[in-house]
C-alpha cells in the first residue's frame, strides 16, 4: 500500500528520463518502471549527446544514467541537468561499485547509485526513493563510503573550530533530522518519526543547508559523519 501523501501516486506517477547505451539493459530497466504505475518513463536516450537533446525537451523528475556512455560520460549529464532542471534528481547506474565514482556523482548532486543487477531495490523503488527526498545506495556502499569517511584526514585546527561552530548553531530538532537524512530516511519518513509533517522537515532540511553551507544531501551526510553526527 503507497500512502497517498507520497509522491508517485498512479494519476500522478514520477516522470523518469533513462540514458543508458546499452540497449538490451534500457529494455530492462524500461520494463521495470513500466510495471510500476507509480513511474512514468517519459523518454530514452543512449548517448551524452541525446541525453542533452533530452533533459532540454522533456519534463521529468528523475533522470536514471549510466556513466559510461559512448560518447562521454554520465557525470557530464548530471552537471547540465543540474543547470537546465535544478529541480530533477539524479541516479547513478552502474556495473559496479567505485567509491571515486559514487563520491564524485554525490558532489555533482546526485541522489543515488544503483549497482546494476543488484538485488537490494529495484529501479522503481530507487526513482521513488529519491522522488520523496531519500537517497538511494546500496548497504555495501553506504558502510565502505562511511569508513572511507572514518579513515579521512582530520581538518585543520581553524576548520574543526568553524565546523564545531555551525554544528553548535544547528537547533536538536536540526540534529535530529540530518541523522536521519544521514541513514537515509525520506522527508516523509522522518514526518512520521518525528510526528511532524513533510513540509516542516524540508523546512528544516533547509534551514541545515543554509547553516552549513551545503547543497546536497551528500554533502550534508558527509558534514555528520565527518562530526560524528550518527
Given amino acids: 500500500m503507497w500512502p497517498d501523501f507520497m509522491t508517485g501516486q498512479v494519476e500522478k506517477p514520477v516522470r523518469v528520463l533513462l540514458v543508458d547505451d546499452d540497449a538490451h539493459m534500457r529494455r530492462v530497466i524500461a520494463q521495470e518502471l513500466m510495471a510500476d504505475q507509480r513511474t512514468l518513463l517519459v523518454a530514452q536516450a543512449a548517448s551524452v549527446r541525446e541525453g542533452r537533446k533530452a533533459i532540454k525537451q522533456h519534463e521529468f523528475d528523475v533522470m536514471l544514467v549510466d556513466l559510461n556512455l559512448g560518447d562521454g560520460e554520465g ?5 547540465y ?14 556495473i559496479m561499485e567505485n567509491d571515486d565514482q559514487v563520491l564524485h556523482a554525490f558532489e555533482l548532486g546526485a541522489t543515488g547509485y544503483l549497482v546494476k543487477n543488484s538485488w537490494f531495490g529495484s529501479y522503481p523503488q530507487a ?5 520523496n ?5 546500496t548497504p555495501h556502499l553506504a558502510r565502505r563510503l562511511l569508513q572511507r569517511f572514518d579513515r579521512g584526514a582530520a581538518p585543520a585546527a581553524h576548520e574543526q573550530q568553524q565546523d564545531e561552530r555551525e554544528t553548535e548553531r544547528l537547533s536538536q530538532r536540526e ?5 536521519m537524512v544521514a541513514s537515509g530516511y525520506t522527508s516523509a519518513e522522518i514526518g512520521t518519526r518525528l510526528l511532524i509533517s513533510s513540509l516542516t522537515v524540508n523546512t528544516h532540511i533547509k534551514n541545515i543547508y543554509r547553516k ?12 555528520a559523519s565527518l562530526r560524528g553526527l550518527f
Avoid: Y
Fill in 75 to 79: 557525470f557530464q549529464l548530471i552537471d
Fill in 81 to 94: 541537468m543540474k543547470s537546465i532542471r535544478p529541480a530533477a534528481e539524479a541516479v547513478i547506474i552502474s
Fill in 175 to 179: 540534529k535530529e533530522v540530518l541523522r
Fill in 133 to 137: 527526498g531519500g537517497a538511494s545506495i
Fill in 212 to 223: 552549513l553551507q551545503v547543497r546536497t544531501r551528500a554533502q550534508a551526510v558527509r558534514f
Fill in 127 to 131: 526513482v521513488l526513493q529519491v522522488a
